[in-house]
């Protein structure tokens, strides 16, 4: 007997086998002479911590059970509201990165996600805009000056 199983395990599924072709992808990555670490260790940490969180994902789907058909009233657009705007301001910020620049833009992206997510009260509005300028800009700094990361400055501020 087949039983049902819901959406949730099967995007478990998809994600798992996606970590192990890109995991087995990263043996291709080519040795360097110079750095104390091979290129290939970051790309296998990030994909361990996704495949660590894709398996609590399939364990929680397959726990869960069969999922019920779902019958929605509202269209797609009206359902996917939230990760449409995100990715639509995501890709603005990619746009924009060559003439904002990382810190400016960066700053940008995070307040209007905020904004699109959260409140918009002016005290909301005014959290929203301390949170995206010490965020990027604490990051901005470690990239910078810890990691000595060349990040993109833009024409914006290259002017002064």
């Not at 104390?36 to 894709?54: D, K, N, Q, Y």
Request: glycine share 8%.
């Amino acid at each position: 007997m087949v039983s049902a199983i819901n959406r949730d395990t099967v995007v478990a599924v998809f994600l798992l086998l996606l970590c192990g072709i890109f995991y087995a992808a990263s043996f291709q990555i080519k040795e360097t002479n110079y750095g104390t670490i091979g290129a290939e260790v970051w790309p296998r940490l990030v994909l361990a911590v996704l495949f660590v969180l894709s398996s609590i994902y399939f364990f929680q789907s397959v726990r869960a059970g069969p999922g019920e058909a779902t019958t929605h009233k509202t269209g797609f657009l009206a359902r996917y509201r939230n990760a449409i705007l995100c990715y639509g301001l995501f890709l603005g910020f990619l746009l924009t990165l060559d003439f904002l620049g990382m810190l400016l833009g960066g700053a940008a992206f995070v307040f209007l996600a905020l904004s699109v997510l959260g409140e918009r009260t002016p005290r909301q509005l005014a959290i929203h805009a301390i949170v995206a300028v010490v965020s990027v800009g604490a990051m901005w700094s470690i990239f910078t000056f810890a990691l000595r990361v060349i990040l993109p400055e833009g024409e914006v501020l290259s002017i002064w």
